[in-house]
C-alpha cells in the first residue's frame, strides 16, 4: 500500500507561518497528484489543497486561497504545503494522500498526520 508520512505541524500563533511536509514512506513520491486534507476537532476531513502529477495543476479550497501554497520536489521525493497569515480556524489535524478529493481518498488509508494549533 501506497502511504504518505506527514511531518510539520506545531503550535503556532495568528498570523505566523508553517510548512508541512509530505513524504511516501520508503518509495519514490511517482505520478500521483497529492492532496493536503484537514480535519478541525469535530468536524469532518476536509479537502485543503492539491497538486498534480506534474506540478502544473494546483486548487485550494477557498478558505485558504491567498494564503497556502502547495508545491512538489521530485528531487527531494515530497509535496509541500506552506501556510502563511494562518487563522485559528485552521487549527486541526493535516492529512496527505494520492488524491484530490474526498470522494477520490475514500478508499486510502489514512496515515497518522501533523497537529496544526493556531492559537493566541
Known amino acids: 500500500q501506497y502511504q504518505l508520512v506527514e511531518s510539520g505541524g506545531d503550535s503556532v500563533q495568528p498570523g505566523e507561518s508553517l510548512r508541512l511536509s509530505c513524504a511516501p514512506s520508503?518509495?519514490?513520491?511517482?505520478?500521483?497528484?497529492i492532496g493536503w486534507f484537514r480535519q478541525a476537532p469535530g468536524k469532518g476531513r476536509e479537502a485543503v489543497s492539491c497538486i498534480s502529477s506534474t506540478g502544473d495543476g494546483k486548487t485550494y479550497a477557498d478558505s485558504v486561497k491567498g494564503r497556502f501554497t502547495i508545491s512538489r520536489d521530485d528531487a527531494k521525493n515530497t509535496v509541500y504545503l506552506q501556510m502563511d497569515r494562518l487563522k485559528p480556524e485552521d487549527t486541526g489535524v493535516y492529512y496527505c494522500?494520492?488524491?484530490?478529493?474526498?470522494?477520490?481518498?475514500?478508499?486510502?488509508?489514512w496515515g497518522q498526520g501533523t497537529q496544526v494549533t493556531v492559537s493566541s
Open positions: 520508503g518509495r519514490r513520491l511517482g505520478y500521483f497528484p
Open positions: 494522500a494520492t488524491a484530490c478529493t474526498i470522494l477520490a481518498a475514500q478508499d486510502y488509508a
